[in-house]
C-alpha cells in the first residue's frame, strides 16, 4: 500500500502545481535555511492562501538569501525594529521577534530545529506526543509552539517538518 500511495503521490506532487507556501520553502537549497523557512512557513499557514504567501514573503525578504544565518545573527534591536510593522492576522512583530529569538537559542544549543525537536525524542513512547511537547516547552508560551498535552493537533510542526 505504501508504495501505492508513494506513487500516487509522486504524480500529483508538481512543485508547482499549487499556490503553495512549500514553493518558497523549495527556494533554498541548504537545508539549514529550508528548515527556518518552513518552520515560519508553517506557523503561519492560516488564513488565505494570498495572505499567508505575501506575510511568508515579508518575512523571507527580510532575512535575506541565508535565513538561517539571519536567525544565528538575530538582534533583537537591530531585527525586532525592522520587523516592528509586520502583521500576519493576529501574528504582529514582536512575536515574530520572539520567534527569531527562540529559533536562536535552539540553534545555538541544538545545531537545528530538528536536533532540538529530536532531543525530547524517547523510542520507548507509544507516539512522539512526548517529543512535541519537549520541543514546544522549549519555544515557550507562543502560538508557534503547540503541545499535544493541551490537546493541539501540532499540524503546524508536523507540515513545517515535512517539506525539509
Not at 500516487?8 to 514553493?23: E, R, V
Not at 537559542?105 to 529530536?118: H, P, T, Y
Request: proline share 5%.
Amino acid at each position: 500500500m505504501q508504495q501505492a500511495l508513494d506513487t500516487q503521490y509522486a504524480g500529483f506532487n508538481a512543485p508547482d502545481a499549487a499556490l503553495d507556501p512549500i514553493q518558497i520553502v523549495r527556494r533554498y537549497p541548504d537545508v539549514r535555511d529550508r528548515e527556518i523557512v518552513a518552520f515560519i512557513a508553517a506557523g503561519l499557514a492560516f488564513g488565505r492562501v494570498a495572505s499567508i504567501m505575501a506575510s511568508i514573503e515579508t518575512v523571507t525578504a527580510l532575512m535575506g538569501p541565508s535565513p538561517a544565518a539571519f536567525v544565528r545573527a538575530f538582534d533583537r534591536r537591530r531585527d525586532g525594529a525592522r520587523l516592528a510593522s509586520f502583521v500576519h492576522r493576529w501574528i504582529k512583530g514582536g512575536e515574530m521577534t520572539a520567534l527569531f529569538l527562540t529559533l536562536q537559542r535552539m540553534l545555538e544549543e541544538f545545531g537545528s530545529i530538528e536536533a532540538c525537536l529530536a532531543a525530547g525524542y524517547d523510542p520507548s513512547h507509544e507516539d512522539v506526543g512526548p517529543a512535541l511537547d519537549a520541543f514546544a516547552a522549549r519555544g515557550g508560551k507562543s502560538y508557534f509552539f503547540s503541545r499535544p498535552s493541551t490537546g493541539a493537533a501540532c499540524k503546524r510542526m508536523k507540515i513545517g517538518r515535512a517539506h525539509v
